[in-house]
């Protein structure tokens, strides 16, 4: 049996975000010993090593909710998790165009800097220009 805080030390996670885990259902309320400790059997360090892997990956809580369950009952077939996977892989996709577009939109900016004063930096320019576009309070014309 493990406290929390070796269960933490030897999955790598704090002990705030196992209490979190148990909270909303991820982990299991374990075993409290006499003077009310937690006590972790050591299938929930296996447990709490995929979750954390699994959000290493940028599996948002949800989706690992459903590779527990997948994971709980070996029986299943693995195309849930596959589809939960395809799912992840695009959303990882569409932060990366965002972030090719933002490393682009940089760039530009940053070559179009003369290296003047404030008054003519392209960088505050355009920041400022989109900042005016995307808000829902732009000045009457």
């Not at 699994?54 to 949800?62: C, K, T, V, Y």
């Not at 959303?91 to 939109?105: F, Y």
């Amino acid at each position: 049996m493990l406290t929390i805080g070796r269960l933490g030390k030897a999955a790598g996670v704090k002990v705030p975000t196992i209490r979190y885990y148990e909270q909303i259902g991820l982990l299991a309320e374990p075993d409290r010993s006499e003077g009310n400790q937690r006590l972790y059997p050591q299938r929930a360090l296996h447990r709490l090593a995929f979750i954390r892997h699994a959000r290493e990956l940028g599996f948002p809580l949800d989706a690992i909710r459903e590779l527990l369950d997948l994971a709980d009952h070996p029986d299943r077939p693995c195309h849930a998790a596959d589809a939960v996977a395809r799912r992840q892989l695009a959303a990882v996709e569409a932060r990366l165009a965002r972030l090719t577009a933002l490393k682009a939109e940089l760039e530009r900016m940053i070559d179009q800097c003369a290296g003047g004063r404030a008054a003519e930096c392209r960088v505050l320019e355009v920041i400022g220009d989109h900042a005016l576009c995307s808000t829902d309070h732009r000045p009457e014309t």
